[in-house]
Every structure is written in C-alpha cells, then in structure tokens.
C-alpha cells in the first residue's frame, strides 16, 4: 500500500532555514510527480511545491524541491523561513485519480 512519512518539521526562527523530508513506499516512485502541501490553523490546505520545479508564488526563491529516486525520497529546503509559513506540511502523490496523503510534520516559524 501507499505510504508516505514526513520528517524534519521543527521550531525555527524567522530568516532561519529547515529542510523537509518524505519517504515514499508501495509505488513505483520515479514515474509519479511529487508534491508538498501545507495547511496553517483556519485554512485551506494549498499546494506549495511540485517535483516538476513548479512552486507557490508565497515560496518562490526561498523553497526547493528535490527528489532522489534511488532512495524513494522527496525533500523540501525552505530558506528565509517568514512566520506566515507556520503550517503543518504534507507530502502528496496522485495515483490513478487519487491523491495521497502523508501524516503531516509541524513546521512553527517563530521567535
């Protein structure tokens, strides 16, 4: 079955930098487009990243996305980390119409 477990989220002050991990499962990783989601308290859940180097124009030159299909892995390093960033981020993949979903890690921007 599909599987994917975030790790990495953590307290960081503003301008600091935190890099997101997920590890994929149950799949044929290389031939799925990845995603990063997030979703702050009182929000919408929205897309922040895909493995096609598509990004979010609130993370724009401060996030990147990378994969590394020999490990089954998908990262996200996030840079001049703003407050407005505090979420719990989700690893994603749609498979056959359905999307995926990760249990989420807490990323709290904060001084």
């Known amino acids: 079955q599909v599987q994917l477990v975030e790790s990495g989220g953590g307290l960081v002050q503003p301008g600091g930098s935190l890099r997101l991990s997920c590890a994929a499962s149950?799949?044929?990783?290389?031939?799925?487009?990845m995603s990063w989601y997030r979703q702050a308290p009182g929000k919408e859940r929205e897309y922040v990243a895909l493995?096609?180097?598509t990004y979010a124009d609130s993370v724009k030159g401060r996030f990147t996305i990378s994969r590394d299909n020999a490990k089954n892995t998908v990262s996200l390093q996030m840079n001049s980390l703003k407050p407005e960033d505090t979420a719990v981020y989700y690893c994603?993949?749609?498979?056959?119409?359905?999307?995926?979903w990760g249990q989420g890690t807490q990323v709290t921007v904060s001084s």
């Open positions: 493995t096609t180097s």
């Open positions: 994603s993949v749609l498979i056959g119409g359905r999307r995926y």
């Open positions: 149950g799949f044929t990783f290389s031939r799925y487009v």
